[in-house]
């Protein structure tokens, strides 16, 4: 199973960008998974989260700005993010725990996609 982020880039402060996440590869169902960003110098952190039981958690510092969905159709996860700040800019990475063939529970990340929100 392959993950691959998209919608990355450069935004002004209070600015919206969408990430997508699309895994591909051989047979499996998605069980959970979600978004995590790193910056520069700092620890990677929790941004948003599809438990399986379809609950979303998100971090502390997104106070509603960003919004986790997941189309199963198209094995995507998105990362809808709106009011963006400067101290967003990081890396953000997607994971998901997918159940593959034999009933294997594995984990997969991305490579990453950049965000940059200048002031």
């Known amino acids: 199973v392959q993950l691959v982020e998209s919608g990355g880039g450069f935004v002004q402060d209070g600015g919206s960008l969408t990430l997508s996440c699309a895994a591909s590869?051989?047979?499996?169902?998605?069980?959970?998974g979600g978004w995590y960003r790193q910056a520069p110098g700092r620890k990677r952190e929790l941004v948003a989260f599809?438990?399986?039981?379809?609950?979303?958690t998100y971090g502390d510092f997104v106070k509603g700005r960003f919004g986790v969905s997941r189309d199963n159709a198209k094995n995507t996860i998105f990362l809808r993010m709106d009011s963006l700040k400067p101290e967003d800019t990081a890396v953000y990475s997607c994971?998901?725990?997918?159940?593959?063939?034999?009933?294997?529970?594995?984990?997969?990340w991305g490579q990453g996609t950049q965000v940059t929100v200048s002031a």
């Open positions: 994971n998901s725990v997918v159940e593959e063939d034999g009933g294997a529970m594995n984990l997969y």
């Open positions: 590869g051989s047979t499996f169902r998605f069980h959970r």
């Open positions: 599809i438990s399986n039981d379809g609950s979303l």
